[in-house]
């Protein structure tokens, strides 16, 4: 399968750590210096559409002090293979760029 | 998921608002882009779905061939164009004039490059209100060592000058300010510079800076200005700039500024702190509340005083005002509500229409994507049609408001009303809004035609859609009555101010005013001074007679606020009591008739009272003539002498109550104290005494310029202003008034046209669909008024429906015009009934003529095509 670009974000935020809607859009905000800027209709889309593939889940447990309403998002072992994946595939495009000398040698970022 | 969502959305736009305003509606303005575009979305997980063969087409907008699509379908339908253009026009502009004029009233910051981090600097209350009218200059020096809050921190008071030289002598309203003051407002002047500290250092003789308007009225718009001189106050000032002609401080009324060294300006100084770079109000607040608790060790402030910072925004506005703007601006959004309500009605009908060529091209293998895609091409185009119509409309619109505006939302405000980028982006949000509200959900809804479904069937019934027209024109029914009944009740209080009886007779009369400046007229000589100048007016051609007071019913005077104490009574009851100060020659000009008693003589004693018959009432009936009495807390008892007719000296305090007294003109005593606002700044500013002179007439009054050259025969230098016959002082009084009713009274017209419009859309469409029941039911013998009963039925009982929900509405929502009434109260009888027999009226009109269509349907004919 190949992911969006907005769908990549998701799963690789909530993959750090358990996180509601507002701290996701924050997270890949500030994750991609305001590249990927998500709408909230957007994200519960994809959320809506991530729970029923079963690539995340509800947490359990939730900060006592925190809105009731929020929800946490983590990852479930299918969706880490699926970012897994992902992240290969891109891997495998980006060394393929470097060995055609399009990116410098060895450099990460 | 939904609350959940929804607490996220709020924590996002709350966010956003934080980091700025704009930011704010940037980003609101996208989420609500998302939240409509929905449907359209794709799914996240597998992006490409088999019925889209390229990628090509599921770009998010339309394609180039699909806008040529557009225009050809738009050219070929031009009166459903020509409606929605025009509609969207209609209501685009009215919003941007109502918004243009609300952004400047409340919603703006300050129109200066600082103006963000402007604040002004206020002692207040444990409330938060404004105590006082300024800081001390000790308490404006310590706070300027906190450089730590503050980038600069200056001082102005207003002030008053007498100009002399190039022109007419003119009374100017300006400000004595600090040298750094314009500098920390980021200003720039058109011509010449800024005032510098060097200018207060050494003394540099008196410098000015003047207004655009100042320079064109009294320098012709001369270039070599900087040098200049200009007379004020009986001093030479040398003009060091010209501001360009948008700038105001603090408002279009001041427009000549001086430079003073802060202390020697005496008085309170008004504040004006430009906040560090990068420093948040609530921070700054913070710490200002820091420093002042380590203050407040050594000089106590009063319980919970402190010095708070206050941003521009509309904080000048009064209530009054302020409420009618609010309503306005609610109203003019409601229009355009049933705009987009009666468009997207039209839309549905339009889909409809097309329904089976649609149907056939998605048969032929076209993708529902691509038909959307056309669709909302066409509406966009309308509504960028719709958009630039409406901001041309507005362009003049703009200049009919501020001509129609009174004076506090025009020229007492810091910023000037007109149509700039910030309102462009305004009118681009609301038209974009309209269109996908009018526009995307029609374009979704015809797209789902199912091929089979729309091919079988030759005439679809349409039910679907029908249910849901129906319910659109209930909800603009309902809406154009809460607007009617507004605007029923704003009429209905302004024709009653309209025919307010004054009490006097304002026809023939015309007053001009006189600020005769009080050191070279001190109390003493002012009396033969006006003796003179009221002398040289009564000697005019056909003048019958002419009288000075402080002010004209509507227009000045001074006020008394306390309990009124009777002699030998207790004191009692809070009063308000407009006191007329004027001369013996004021019953007779005025024609204002006196009761009982006798007006007032050449010697009067100052504390003779004339006064009116409801305040004779209160003070005791036919008995108070000869009794004495006081507002609590004054040394002096009046004794009444005359008893007057009623007179409406101000509609805003005869809420209060309508007691006016009238006592002499010129005393003995010195007059209480200026209000600080024009106490003089630093040596600089010359308080006026403001005098109204009044001149009846028998036929045509004098010109202006025979009046003014008549008073400058006595002293040239004497300033003349505001020559109006008083009927115009009267009218003006009521501009507030007839700006509210006037622009209410616009949208609700508009509100139910479009309604009644939407009612006939509906209606035609019914006769369209039912063409053949219709037919068979002539056939079957029906009468023409069983089938008139029919469709005006239908058309009555979805009015009715939508008239009881906006009376509801209406009851609960008038009180917020409370206000805004003179005399009508918000659930007027009147008002209430009126509007819902205007709809329905209008409703039977909008029925009659579908109905109509209907009986000519030939039975024969439908039958036939069956």
């Known amino acids: 399968m190949h992911l969006t670009k907005e769908v990549f974000y998701v799963l690789a935020s909530v993959a750090e750590r358990p996180r509601h809607g507002y701290a996701i859009i924050q997270d890949v905000q500030a994750s991609t210096g305001d590249a990927v800027v998500l709408r909230t209709g957007t994200l519960y889309n994809i959320l809506k559409r991530l729970l029923e593939e079963g690539f995340i889940a509800e947490a359990d447990r939730r900060p006592a002090d925190d809105d009731e309403r929020r929800r946490y998002y983590i990852l479930t072992p299918a969706g880490r293979e699926l970012l897994k994946a992902e992240a290969a595939r891109l891997e495998q495009m980006v060394s393929l760029a470097r060995a055609r000398r399009m990116l410098p040698k060895g450099a990460n970022r | ?866």
Request: aromatic residues 6%; charged residues 20%; positive net charge.
């Open chain 2, 1 to 866: 998921m939904k609350p959940e969502m929804a607490s996220t959305l709020r924590d996002v736009v709350r966010g956003a608002f934080a980091r700025g305003f704009l930011t704010g509606v940037r980003t609101a303005a996208a989420e609500l882009m998302d939240i409509l575009l929905a449907p359209l979305r794709r799914d996240p997980l597998s992006p490409r779905r088999p019925d889209r063969p390229s990628p090509k087409s599921t770009a998010a907008l339309p394609s180039l061939q699909d806008w040529r699509t557009a225009l050809r379908r738009a050219r070929s339908h031009p009166g459903y164009c020509v409606i929605v253009v025009g509609v969207l026009a209609l209501v685009i502009a009215a919003n941007t004039v109502v918004f243009s004029v609300a952004d400047s009233a409340m919603f703006r910051g300050l129109p200066y490059p600082n103006g963000s981090r402007i604040y002004e600097l206020f002692n207040a209350d444990a409330d938060g209100n404004p105590r006082g009218p300024g800081l001390t200059p000790a308490t404006f020096d310590e706070w300027r060592r906190h450089t730590e809050v503050f980038e600069a921190l200056e001082a102005f008071g207003i002030a008053n000058f007498l100009a002399l030289g190039n022109g007419e002598p003119e009374q100017i309203g300006g400000a004595v300010v600090t040298p750094g003051l314009f500098a920390a407002l980021g200003a720039h002047p058109a011509r010449g510079r800024l005032f510098e500290p060097r200018d207060v250092e050494r003394d540099g003789g008196d410098l000015a800076i003047i207004s655009d308007a100042v320079w064109h009225r009294r320098f012709g718009g001369a270039d070599d200005i900087a040098g200049g001189t200009l007379t004020l106050n009986d001093r030479p000032f040398t003009i060091v700039g010209v501001m360009p002609p948008h700038f105001r401080f603090p408002s279009a009324q001041h427009q000549v500024w001086v430079v003073r060294d802060r202390r020697q300006m005496p008085g309170r100084l008004q504040t004006m702190a430009l906040l560090n770079r990068g420093l948040r109000n609530e921070t700054a607040q913070e710490r200002l509340d820091t420093i002042a608790a380590a203050l407040a060790a050594e000089r106590p402030q009063p319980q919970g005083w402190r010095v708070r910072l206050m941003s521009e925004r509309g904080m000048r506005l009064n209530p009054w005002t302020r409420s009618a703007l609010q309503v306005l601006t609610m109203a003019v959004l409601a229009v355009l509500l049933i705009a987009c309500a009666n468009l997207a009605n039209l839309a549905v009908a339009q889909a409809l229409a097309r329904r089976q060529e649609l149907a056939i091209r998605a048969a032929l293998g076209a993708s529902r994507w691509r038909l959307v895609r056309e669709l909302l091409a066409e509406h966009l185009l309308l509504g960028a049609a719709g958009g630039i119509g409406g901001l041309l409309l507005a362009w003049w619109g703009v200049q009919v408001a501020i001509a129609m505006a009174p004076d506090e939302l025009t020229i007492w405000t810091a910023n000037e009303i007109r149509i700039d980028g910030r309102i462009l982006a305004f009118t681009a949000l609301i038209t974009i809004a309209s269109t996908v509200l009018f526009g995307i959900f029609p374009a979704w809804r015809a797209s789902r035609a199912e091929a089979g479904d729309a091919l079988k069937t030759r005439t679809g019934s349409g039910v679907h859609y029908g249910r849901l027209r129906t319910l659109l024109v209930v909800a603009e029914v309902a809406i154009s009555v809460v607007l009617l009944t507004g605007a029923a009740l704003l009429i209905r209080s302004f024709t009653r101010l309209t025919h307010l009886e004054p009490g006097f007779d304002p026809r023939g009369l015309t007053t001009l005013s006189l600020q005769v400046p009080t050191d070279r007229y001190p109390l003493s000589a002012r009396r033969e001074y006006i003796d003179r100048i009221a002398q040289t007016l009564r000697a005019m051609p056909g003048v019958e007679s002419v009288s000075a007071s402080n002010g004209i019913p509507t227009d000045g005077g001074s006020i008394h606020f306390g309990r009124l104490e009777v002699e030998g009574s207790a004191p009692d009851g809070d009063v308000v009591l407009p006191d007329a100060h004027v001369d013996p020659a004021y019953f007779s000009t005025m024609k204002i008739r006196l009761l009982a008693g006798r007006g007032f003589t050449n010697d009067e004693p100052e504390t003779s009272a004339v006064v009116s018959e409801s305040l004779a009432q209160r003070l005791g009936g036919a008995g108070a003539l000869g009794r004495r009495f006081r507002v609590e807390g004054f040394k002096d008892w009046w004794t009444v002498v005359g008893i007057a007719a009623e007179v409406r000296q101000s509609r805003r305090l005869e809420r209060d109550g309508t007691y006016e007294m009238y006592t002499p003109m010129w005393r003995r005593a010195a007059p209480p104290p200026a209000p600080a606002a024009a106490r003089p700044a630093g040596g600089t500013s010359r308080s006026f005494d403001w005098i109204r002179m009044t001149i009846r007439t028998a036929g045509a009054p004098p010109s202006v310029a025979q009046i003014k050259a008549a008073v400058w025969n006595i002293d040239p230098a004497q300033p003349v202003a505001d020559v109006l016959p008083v009927d115009e002082v009267l009218a003006l009084s009521l501009s507030q008034d007839r700006f509210g009713a006037v622009l209410m009274g616009t949208f609700a017209a508009l509100a139910l046209m479009l309604a009644a419009a939407g009612l006939y859309a509906v209606l035609a469409q019914l006769v369209a669909q039912r063409r053949q029941e219709i037919g068979i039911r002539i056939a079957l013998g029906a009468s023409t008024a069983d089938v008139a009963r029919l469709i005006v039925g239908r058309g009555i009982a979805t009015t009715a429906v939508g008239i009881a929900i906006g009376i509801a509405a209406a009851w609960l929502t008038s009180h917020f015009l409370a206000n805004q009434l003179y005399e009508v109260h918000p659930h007027d009888p009147v008002s209430f009934a009126t509007v819902p027999a205007v709809l329905f009226v209008v409703a039977l009109l909008a029925s009659w003529l579908p109905a109509r269509r209907a009986l000519t349907v030939d039975p024969i004919e439908t039958l036939r095509a069956e």
